[in-house]
């Protein structure tokens, strides 16, 4: 596994939060969000974040009057995002299109775009803090901005985009898709976007009378008997190369090494591991939940353009004392087998649940759950800097895991996994994932349940 350089102390001098209006002006209405984005389950922020180097051909252009002019432009064609959430009947959620604006912070940094981007990145992004700042009051999910915008330019030349997005409004293919139509009006683009947005949120919204077709694990209410231990939460990255995915393809048996899937492999290695570090009581209940597009699926056709949440989480489910001693097949089948559920009839499946249910939230009771945006694009958006260095999600939750693409100094393509446990356990996966990567058993690993209270 590749190593990660210390944490680096610099200074950000921010200016003071500013809204970004659309340029134009926009409707005035209430749009609802569908059944599937105004779950429980989505009400929470994201942020990404993306680093660009300095460009020659850019010097003297200003990277946050450009995203700032670009940003209010787009925002025409997106107003939704320049409104604020509200709850009506039944908790359903509303975008109220009041064009208030989207939170937009100036910055600047003294520190250098190769200090935080170098062989790979930092640990969790330990200063994104820093690089996106938490205004008092925005963090909310009713009332509050939808998107939260900090441009920091840094005395390389170079500068950081980072972006807050609240989740009920977008997944990721639906951001990057906002964050093209940005990029093409900061490279001069006039006129309506390549891709015109699509609202159409009744195209995902419960079916009537509803009719819950799957069985949704991702969703079972269990009672959670440990405490929370957020307070010693660790944020670590960890870099997968060819070299790593080939060491931990050598635990399958050899007919399943070239038909397996990269994601399913790393899924059931990750889920593995952090089973085993976390020390769960091995006759206890596992899940792990994979986020699968539904865009492309032949029996959804998703409108082109549609930026709404378009993806479910089915889950494999085991026991920890199973998947923590079996051959890493056994999980990988069970990723295989989960991810196959993912069609549009279970899509609408979930929508219906959502109504009939009162919208649960994922079960959080040894739960894991991963997101693969390798594909999505967010390493290719290009304000006229070219593409970012690093371009993805910041910070790993503590039940959720993202995959990340980047590429390190020696140009090797790979996958940066951000994951989030309490300390004790860190040290623990980080030993198990060691035994993965760097060598080969033919039999179970050992497992030797310890108490970590936590709730995960």
Same mark, same amino acid.
């Given at each position: 596994?590749a190593?990660?350089?210390?944490s ?5 001098r ?6 970004v209006?659309?340029?134009k $002006? ?8 569908s ?14 974040i993306?680093?660009y ?5 850019m010097e003297?252009?200003?990277p946050?009057?450009?995203? !700032?002019e670009a ?5 025409v =064609?997106y107003y +939704?995002f320049?409104g ?8 359903k959620?509303?975008?109220? #299109?009041?064009?208030?604006g ?5 910055a600047d940094?003294?520190?250098e775009?190769n200090q935080l981007?170098?062989?790979?990145? &930092? ?8 690089? *996106? ?5 925005? /963090?909310?999910?009713?009332?509050c ?10 005395? #390389?030349g170079g500068?950081?985009?980072a ?6 409004m ?15 009006? @900061?490279?001069?683009? /006039?006129? @309506? ?8 949120r /009744?195209?995902l919204a419960?079916?009537?009378?509803p $009719?819950?077709?799957f069985q949704?694990h ?9 405490t929370? &231990?957020n307070?010693?939460m660790t944020?670590?990255s960890? =870099?997968?190369?060819p070299? /790593?995915?080939?060491a931990? !393809?050598?635990?399958?048996p050899p007919?399943?090494? $070239?038909? $397996?899937s ?6 059931? #290695?990750?889920?593995r #591991?952090?089973t085993c570090?976390?020390?769960?009581? +091995? ?7 994979c986020?699968v ?10 409108? !082109?353009g ?5 993806f479910a989480l ?5 026991r920890?004392g199973i998947i923590?001693?079996?051959p *890493?097949q ?11 559920r993912?069609t549009?009839?279970? *899509?609408r499946?979930?929508?219906?649940l959502?109504?009939?249910k009162g ?5 959080? @009771?040894?739960?894991y759950i ?5 594909r ?18 910041? !910070? ?5 895991s =993202?995959y ?11 996958t940066?996994? *951000? ?5 004790e @356990?860190?040290?623990r996966f ?9 060598g080969?058993?033919d039999?179970?690993l050992?497992?030797? +349940?310890?108490k970590?209270?936590?709730m995960?």
């Amino acid at each position: 596994m590749a190593s990660f350089p210390p944490s680096l102390v610099f200074t950000v001098r921010r200016n003071e939060p500013t809204l970004v209006l659309p340029s134009k $002006s926009t409707p005035r209405e209430l749009k609802q969000l569908s059944d599937i984005d105004d779950q429980e389950g989505l009400r929470f922020q994201v942020p990404v974040i993306m680093f660009y180097k300095r460009k020659l051909s850019m010097e003297g252009e200003d990277p946050v009057k450009v995203i !700032r002019e670009a940003l209010a432009e787009a925002l025409v =064609f997106y107003y +939704p995002f320049a409104g604020r959430l509200i709850e009506g009947p039944n908790r359903k959620l509303m975008v109220d #299109c009041t064009s208030e604006g989207v939170l937009f912070i100036e910055a600047d940094a003294d520190i250098e775009v190769n200090q935080l981007i170098g062989d790979t990145i &930092d640990p969790g992004f330990s200063y994104l803090d820093e690089l *996106l700042h938490d205004v008092p009051g925005s /963090e909310g999910i009713l009332g509050c901005p939808l998107l939260l915008i900090q441009v920091t330019r840094f005395r #390389c030349g170079g500068w950081a985009f980072a972006i807050r997005l609240n989740h009920t409004m977008s997944d990721a293919p639906g951001l990057v898709q906002l964050l093209t139509t940005i990029a093409e009006f @900061a490279r001069g683009a /006039e006129g @309506a976007p390549s891709v015109p947005p699509v609202w159409q949120r /009744e195209f995902l919204a419960a079916r009537q009378p509803p $009719s819950i077709t799957f069985q949704h694990h991702e969703y079972e209410q269990v009672i959670n008997t440990t405490t929370d &231990d957020n307070k010693s939460m660790t944020h670590k990255s960890f =870099f997968f190369g060819p070299k /790593e995915i080939r060491a931990i !393809r050598s635990h399958l048996p050899p007919h399943h090494r $070239s038909t $397996s899937s990269t994601f399913n492999v790393l899924a059931a #290695c990750l889920w593995r #591991c952090r089973t085993c570090a976390l020390g769960l009581d +091995p006759k206890k209940t596992v899940r792990i939940l994979c986020a699968v597009n539904g865009r492309g699926k032949h029996d959804l056709h998703v409108p !082109r353009g549609y930026y709404g949440n378009v993806f479910a989480l089915p889950a494999a489910v085991s026991r920890a004392g199973i998947i923590s001693t079996s051959p *890493l097949q056994y999980g990988v089948e069970g990723v295989k087998k989960a991810k196959a559920r993912m069609t549009g009839e279970y *899509l609408r499946s979930v929508a219906d649940l959502m109504v009939t249910k009162g919208r649960p939230p994922f079960t959080v @009771a040894g739960n894991y759950i991963v997101s693969d945006t390798t594909r999505i694009g967010f390493d290719a958006i290009d304000f006229g800097w070219g593409k970012p260095v690093y371009g993805g999600l910041a !910070r790993a939750l503590p039940l959720i895991s =993202f995959y990340t693409r980047f590429k390190d100094n020696r140009g090797e393509d790979g996958t940066v996994v *951000l994951m989030c446990l309490p300390e004790e @356990a860190m040290e623990r996966f980080q030993e198990e994932l060691k035994k993965m990567t760097e060598g080969h058993v033919d039999g179970p690993l050992d497992y030797k +349940p310890t108490k970590i209270m936590s709730m995960l």
